[in-house]
C-alpha cells in the first residue's frame, strides 16, 4: 500500500490508508489511546479503542514522543476531533523507530497541577541536538520558506535569461582582501576557501555569459559573535553586463526581492504570523535611496547619533540599526538602499566616478545590511591602478587577466539566503541556518 500524506487525508475519508511520521502526542489511557501523528505536510489523530484492538493496546505501551510510526486504518470523519474532525482508526501499527526521552526541551512547556514549567533549552543547546530542533512546526515552516523564496528569486532570473553557474570554492589565493579567508591544506601547498563567486561572476562576464547567478556556500573567517554573522553560509549572487549605472543593479535587485517576498506571501504568510508573531511585508517599488552622508544627517538630527568624521565613509552597526525607525518614518518602508560610500571603505572592484566616489550601494533591510552591490571596474589599467592602491596586485594577479582581453560593463550584488530568512522571520543567525557554523561551532 502506498503512503498518504496527512494532508491529502481529507481526500481519503472513508478509506483504508497508510500513514507514516513521528509522534508528536501521545494519551494512553485504560480504555482508550490517542497518538498525534506528524508528517512533513501535518498532523493526524490516531485514535486506538483497546477493547476492540487489544493486540494494538498491548503494542503501544512502549510508545515515546517522537518515536516513528506506520499505521494502516481507515480515515473516518469526528467533529469532536481538534485536528480538522477527521481522525484514522487504525487496523495495523508499526513501531518504526523508539526514541529514548528528549535531550533538550525544543519549546517552553507551561506548568499544569501535576507538573512544573520546563523552560526552553538555550539556542547551543538546541543547536548540540539539531536534528531533534528541526522537528518543530516553526523550524519545518522555516525552510518551507526558505526554499519558495529561493526558487522564486531563481524563477525571476531564470525568465531573464540569466544562466546558474557553480564556481569553485577551492581558490590559490585569498579572494578579494587577502583577509578574512580559511586556509586549507592543498596536497603539497596552501588553498583558501572562498568568500566570495566574486571573481569569478566577472570572469563570467568576461566570458561573454552576460547574465549569470549562483546559489553556494560561502566562507568568512571572521571572529565575529553576533546575532548576524556566520562562518560560512549560503549565498544568493548575481552579475550582468552592459548596464549604464549602478542604479541598474539596485533596479534588478528590488525587484527580485519584491517576486520573492511576494511568493512566500502568497503561500505561507498567514502561517508566518500564526507561527512567528511576525506579520510579512511585501516592499512596494522603488525602495528608497539615500546618500550615506545625508543618512548620518538624518540620524543626528533624528537621534542625535553621531560619529567621527573618519567613520563617515562607511556606515556602522548602530547607523544601520538606527536607518530602520528613520526609514519608517520617512518613507514608511523596510527596506533602504544607502549609496556614496568612501573608495577607502568600498572593494578595490567598484568602479569610481570621476570624482573618486564608488559606484555602489548597500541594502539595508529592518536597519540590518544585507547586500553590497556595485557596477564593477571593467577597464582593465583602471582597475589594476585601484589594485595597486590597496596593495593587492600580486594577489589577485588571475584576476585582473579578466579583463586584459575585453570586458563589458557590468554590476551586481550578493545576498546571504540565512540572513533573509533570519530577517524575515526575526529570528537569531543560528536558528535561521540549518546547520549554524561560528567561531566557536563545527558540529553537529
Known sequence: ???????????????????????????????????????????????????????????????????????????????YVKLGGI????????????ADAL???????????????????????????????LRTD?????????????????EFLTDRSFIEIHSPKLIGTASESGSDVFEVRYFDRSAYLAQSPQFYKQMAMAAGFEKIFEVGPVFRAEKSFTSKHATEFTGFDLEFSYIDSFRDVMKLEEEMLRAGLQAVYEK?????????????TVPRTPFPVVSLQDLYK???????????????????TDAERLSYEWTKKHFGHEFLFVTDFSAEKRAFYHMRDDSGIPQGYDLI????????????????DRLKAQADEKGLTEDVKF????????????GGFGLGIDRLTMLLLNLHIKEAAFIFRGPNRLNP
Not at 489523530?45 to 518515536?67: F, N, R, V
Not at 481522525?87 to 523508539?98: G, H, Q
Request: hydrophobic letters at 35%.
Open 138 to 154: 516553526e523550524n519545518q515552516l522555516m525552510f518551507k520558506v526558505q526554499t519558495t523564496l529561493v526558487q522564486a528569486m531563481r
Open 1 to 79: 500500500m502506498n503512503r498518504v500524506y496527512i494532508a491529502d487525508i481529507p481526500n481519503h475519508i472513508g478509506e483504508t490508508v497508510k500513514v507514516q511520521g513521528f509522534v508528536e502526542n501521545f494519551r494512553n489511557s485504560k480504555a482508550m489511546a490517542f497518538i498525534v501523528l506528524k508528517d512533513i505536510t501535518g498532523k493526524l489523530q490516531i485514535t486506538i479503542e483497546k477493547e476492540a484492538h487489544p493486540a494494538l493496546g498491548t503494542q503501544i505501551e512502549p510508545l515515546t514522543a517522537d518515536s516513528v510510526l506506520t499505521v494502516t486504518g481507515r480515515v473516518i470523519e469526528n467533529e
Open 268 to 280: 505561507y504568510g498567514a502561517q508566518i504570523e500564526a507561527l512567528f508573531g511576525t506579520p510579512l
Open 399 to 410: 584576476y585582473l587577466a579578466f579583463f586584459k582581453y575585453g570586458c563589458p560593463p557590468h
Open 103 to 133: 535531550p533538550i526541551v525544543r519549546k517552553e512547556i507551561p506548568a499544569t497541577k501535576k507538573k512544573k514549567a520546563l523552560e526552553r533549552s538555550g539556542i547551543d543547546q538546541r543547536i548540540d541536538y539539531r536534528w531533534i530542533d
Open 298 to 316: 538624518g540620524l543626528e538630527e533624528e537621534f542625535g547619533y553621531t560619529v567621527e568624521e573618519s567613520e563617515k565613509g562607511d556606515l556602522t
Open 365 to 380: 533591510w529592518k536597519g540590518v545590511e544585507i547586500t553590497t552591490g556595485a557596477q564593477r571596474e571593467h577597464r582593465y
Open 87 to 98: 481522525e484514522l482508526l487504525p487496523d495495523t501499527l508499526c513501531i518504526e523507530s523508539l
